[in-house]
C-alpha cells in the first residue's frame, strides 16, 4: 500500500501505530537538520533535536486535511518547538548569545517563510538572513563555510567529508572553528 503522508498522518490519529512509527523514521533527518540551524548556549544539538522529534510527533497526532500538505505543516510544528524551546532557555538565563539564531532549514531553504507571517516580515527576515550569511562568508574560510552549512543541511559528518573530498577529522574541526567564529561574530552584533 503506497499512501501519502497526509494519509498516514491520519491513519496514525486512528490508532495505526506503524503509520505514525513510518513517518516519525522519515521525518528524523529533517528534525536533525533543523535543529542543527539553531544555536543553544549551554545545550547541545541532541537537545534539540529532541524538542524537534516532539514538534514532529504533535504533527503527527495534529494534523488536519484540507490544510497545508503534511511536510510543512510537520516543518512547521518542529521549528515552533525548536524556537520555543531556545526561548525558553534564554528567559531563564537572561544572556542574549541564548536566542535563536535561524540560518537554514533541512531543505535548504529560511524559514523565515514558515515562522514569519506578514509579507514586510518576510523580506526584512530574507533579507537579514542574506545579509548574515554574506557575513559569515567573509568571515569563514571557504571550507569552514561549506562544511557549517553542510552539517546545518542535516548531513553526518562523513557525508560532508565525501561531498567535501576531505577528511572526516578536517570537516569535524572546521565546524568546530566555523561555530566559534559564529559565536563571536554573535557577540559583536549583540553589543
Same mark, same amino acid.
Given at each position: 500500500m503506497n499512501r501519502t503522508d497526509e494519509a498516514r498522518a491520519l491513519a %496514525?490519529?486512528?490508532?495505526?501505530?506503524?503509520? #505514525?512509527?513510518?513517518?516519525?523514521?522519515?521525518? $528524523?533527518?529533517?528534525?536533525?537538520?533543523? #535543529?542543527?540551524? &539553531?544555536?543553544?548556549e549551554g545545550g547541545d544539538t541532541e537537545d534539540l533535536v529532541q524538542e524537534g522529534m516532539i514538534g514532529l510527533y504533535a504533527a503527527v497526532t495534529d494534523y488536519r486535511e484540507g490544510g497545508m500538505s503534511f $511536510?510543512?505543516? %510537520?516543518?512547521?510544528?518542529?521549528?515552533?518547538?525548536?524556537? !520555543? %524551546?531556545? $526561548?525558553?532557555? !534564554?528567559?531563564? $538565563?537572561?544572556?542574549?548569545?541564548?536566542? &535563536?539564531?535561524?540560518? #537554514?532549514? #533541512?531543505?535548504?531553504?529560511?524559514?523565515?517563510?514558515?515562522?514569519?507571517?506578514?509579507p514586510e516580515s518576510v523580506l526584512i527576515g530574507g533579507e537579514e538572513r542574506g545579509e548574515f550569511l554574506e557575513l559569515l562568508k567573509q568571515n569563514l574560510s571557504q571550507a569552514e563555510y561549506a562544511a557549517l552549512l553542510s552539517y546545518m543541511e542535516g548531513l553526518r559528518i562523513g557525508e560532508i567529508a565525501q561531498r567535501e573530498q576531505t577528511s572526516e577529522k578536517s570537516v569535524e574541526n572546521a565546524i568546530q572553528r566555523a561555530k566559534k567564529k559564529v559565536l563571536k561574530l554573535l557577540e559583536k552584533r549583540e553589543v
Amino acid at each position: 500500500m503506497n499512501r501519502t503522508d497526509e494519509a498516514r498522518a491520519l491513519a %496514525a490519529q486512528r490508532g495505526e501505530k506503524a503509520e #505514525a512509527e513510518y513517518l516519525l523514521e522519515k521525518y $528524523k533527518n529533517a528534525v536533525r537538520g533543523i #535543529a542543527r540551524g &539553531y544555536f543553544l548556549e549551554g545545550g547541545d544539538t541532541e537537545d534539540l533535536v529532541q524538542e524537534g522529534m516532539i514538534g514532529l510527533y504533535a504533527a503527527v497526532t495534529d494534523y488536519r486535511e484540507g490544510g497545508m500538505s503534511f $511536510k510543512n505543516f %510537520a516543518c512547521l510544528c518542529i521549528h515552533r518547538r525548536i524556537m !520555543s %524551546a531556545v $526561548k525558553n532557555a !534564554s528567559r531563564k $538565563k537572561h544572556l542574549a548569545l541564548n536566542t &535563536y539564531i535561524p540560518l #537554514a532549514d #533541512a531543505d535548504g531553504q529560511g524559514i523565515e517563510l514558515i515562522a514569519r507571517e506578514d509579507p514586510e516580515s518576510v523580506l526584512i527576515g530574507g533579507e537579514e538572513r542574506g545579509e548574515f550569511l554574506e557575513l559569515l562568508k567573509q568571515n569563514l574560510s571557504q571550507a569552514e563555510y561549506a562544511a557549517l552549512l553542510s552539517y546545518m543541511e542535516g548531513l553526518r559528518i562523513g557525508e560532508i567529508a565525501q561531498r567535501e573530498q576531505t577528511s572526516e577529522k578536517s570537516v569535524e574541526n572546521a565546524i568546530q572553528r566555523a561555530k566559534k567564529k559564529v559565536l563571536k561574530l554573535l557577540e559583536k552584533r549583540e553589543v
